[in-house]
């Protein structure tokens, strides 16, 4: 069984990615400690030096991942600032910028870094297209999961048993277990 430490603060990520990592023998352990984090507009440089920096000052494996929900109709945005706006704006803010739009597609993406101490980071990404609700559906999920719409669900209301098999950092994950591999 491999041992990975996952670095993040967030309950909802880390039970999602335990579930799945453990289906595959893979022992997960949180860190809340968090890591700097790069201010940039892609998801991917962040990932790859949170995991290089986590590897180095925990000294064992380490996984990060780095989600943002893009929205066509705002120019991409919250994206890699989604953790920020949901925390300071919520869905409902969000809900009411999307008032006007008639195009609602979105893409929920994952960036899972992995990094081995001493080692270069590896990133994996993953996303899913769907489109923003008219208004928060569902009690399942965290974050935006109840107004991100996948084939006429929220990812609020599939559960996660369902979300984890069709989810930007299911897909994400799955790449990484073919490198893995």
Known sequence: MHKIVFVTGNKGKFGEVKEILEAKDIEVIQNRDGYPELQED????????????ASEK???????????LFIKALNGFPGPYSAFVEENLGNKKVLRLMEDEKDRSATFKSVIGYCEPGGEPEVFTGTVGGNISFEERGTGGFGYDPIFDYNGKTFGELGN???NKVSHRRRALDKFFEWLD
């Open 161 to 163: 048993e369902e979300k």
């Open 58 to 68: 925990l000294g064992m494996p380490v996984m990060v991942d780095d989600s943002g």
């Open 42 to 53: 892609d998801l991917e440089p962040i990932a790859a030096y949170g995991a290089k920096w």
